[in-house]
């Protein structure tokens, strides 16, 4: 993406984040589009240009730990409520009151926390879907949760976030990166079941250098780039998106959320996008989450694409195709 359409903002707790913006053209709105792990704005180049040609207005952060924000390590800085008015001081730094809050990965966690019906028209949820407060349940131990999970499943779901959340996960992935990028990007995303999911799998497989190939989408210059972002950058700061979870950090942020605010406003259209071949974020638990009676009078749109996690670096032409049929023939209605 354009690197001169870069911007910079100091939100109100003192933090800088980086932001690609393109302003809207005529009546179509402002898409915000937040990434996850790990990623950059960078991963939604495909979808942001191929709007922004169509006249929408364009917002994608560098969200908190990545490329040119901030990168504290304390996971304390990273709950989701002071993430949201991160969010929301972008948008009024750019004069936008409403947009509509597209997420992949921890980025549906992050449009998650935006409900705010005064700022967001539309939600589109990519591989993860809404993620209402206490969706893991402190009054749980996330052992027991593991353990429920291999029962169910046959694995650990969530196994590897124990990894990310150990003080030098950074140092562990500086020493095998390329195999760390084999298992995020691999082309056969069976492998994860084995190799990164459980508990103690993700580790021991950096550690003996395993190495898969790489899924098609997956260019040379993709590789560069990430090598070059996380290089320099390190996982510390990344790494507290699980870090907040798991030392039950977000689950004392969760008991401040008001009922009124727990889910989505019941007029804001939802787009969930699920990926067929993710064997973490199984598309199963995302059409339980939408099917649950607090979405009972939500107009919700569902996709299933023949792809793994990454399905917005494969499967880009599909989506904008899926995407921006909602937004003129659902949301347009409901924003008028």
């Known amino acids: 993406m354009d690197a001169s359409l870069y911007k910079d903002v100091l ?6 984040y980086h932001y690609y913006f393109s302003p809207h053209r005529g009546s ?10 790990p ?6 180049r495909k979808e942001a240009l ?5 006249g929408y207005g364009i917002v994608v952060p560098d ?12 996971p304390a800085l990273y709950v989701l409520s002071l993430m949201s008015d991160d ?13 509509v809050a597209i997420g992949h990965d921890w980025g549906s966690r992050s449009i998650s ?4 019906p005064q700022r967001v028209i539309a939600y589109a949820f990519f591989a993860v879907p ?12 996330f052992s027991q949760v593991l353990a429920d999970m291999r029962k169910q499943y046959g694995y650990e779901l969530f196994g590897y976030w124990l990894f990310f959340s150990e003080d030098n996960v950074n140092s562990t992935i500086q020493s095998h990166i390329d195999s760390l990028i084999s298992l995020l990007f691999t082309n056969k995303p069976e492998i994860k079941k084995a190799h990164f999911a459980p508990i103690g799998a993700l580790k021991a497989s950096l550690l003996e250098d395993f190495s898969s190939p790489l899924a098609s989408y997956f260019t040379e210059d993709d590789k560069r780039a990430f090598k070059e972002a996380f290089s320099s950058n390190g996982f510390d700061a990344p790494a507290c998106w699980y870090k907040v979870l798991t030392r039950q950090l977000q689950s004392k942020d969760d008991e401040k959320v008001p009922d009124e605010r727990a889910y989505p406003p019941s007029n804001a259209p939802i787009f969930f996008a699920a990926a067929k071949h993710d064997v973490v974020c199984l598309p199963e638990n995302g059409y339980r989450t939408f099917s649950q009676e607090a979405f009972k009078d939500h107009d919700i749109t569902t996709h299933e694409y023949d792809a793994d996690h990454w399905l917005i670096l494969s499967n880009a032409d599909e989506i904008n195709s899926d995407l921006g049929a909602w937004l003129d023939n659902v949301v347009y209605k409901a924003s008028v």
């Open 113 to 116: 926390g935006l409900a705010h």
């Open 87 to 99: 969010l929301i001081d972008i948008l009024n730094a750019e004069k936008l009151d409403r947009v």
């Open 11 to 16: 939100t109100s707790r003192g933090l800088k």
């Open 50 to 54: 191929y709007f922004q040609d169509q």
């Open 39 to 44: 990623s950059t704005s960078r991963d939604w």
């Open 28 to 37: 179509k709105p402002t898409l915000l589009f937040c990434h996850g792990f």
């Open 130 to 141: 809404y993620l209402p407060p206490r969706f893991i349940s402190p009054s749980i131990d």
């Open 63 to 74: 969200m908190l730990g990545y490329g040119g924000t901030d990168k504290p390590t304390d």
